[in-house]
Nanobody, 114 residues
């Protein structure tokens, strides 16, 4: 079992930046960020393996950067050039396998105003 705790959400203006953090109770193979808004299904934002391999949704590529500090069991999401459509609850996820996600955090709210 893995406990995941997110932090760093908040309210920013369009064009601004936020940095999200997710700390896991132990190491995992893959970690990622998903986001969810009312009326929409949860969508993948980005993932990163313990080896540093990353994957991004096309909507955030070039604006968001995912990273992790394995020594701290912590993953980060640097979000730049934020848009109102980025508004969502951002949820941390992790897994010990190379597919799917078994562990989920409770999320941190990101609100981007126009």
């Amino acid at each position: 079992q893995v406990q995941l705790v997110e932090s760093g959400g908040g309210l920013v203006q369009a064009g601004g930046s936020l940095r999200l953090s997710c700390t896991a109770s132990r190491s995992t193979y893959i970690m990622g960020w998903y986001r969810q808004t009312p009326g929409k299904q949860r969508e993948l934002v980005a993932t990163i393996t313990s080896g540093g391999t990353t994957n991004y949704a096309g909507s955030v590529k070039g604006r968001f950067t995912i990273s992790r500090d394995n020594a701290k069991n912590t993953m980060y999401l640097q979000m730049n050039s934020l848009k109102p459509e980025d508004t969502a609850t951002y949820i941390c996820a992790a897994n010990d396998r190379g597919y799917g996600m078994d562990y989920w955090g409770k999320g941190t709210l990101v609100t981007v105003s126009s």
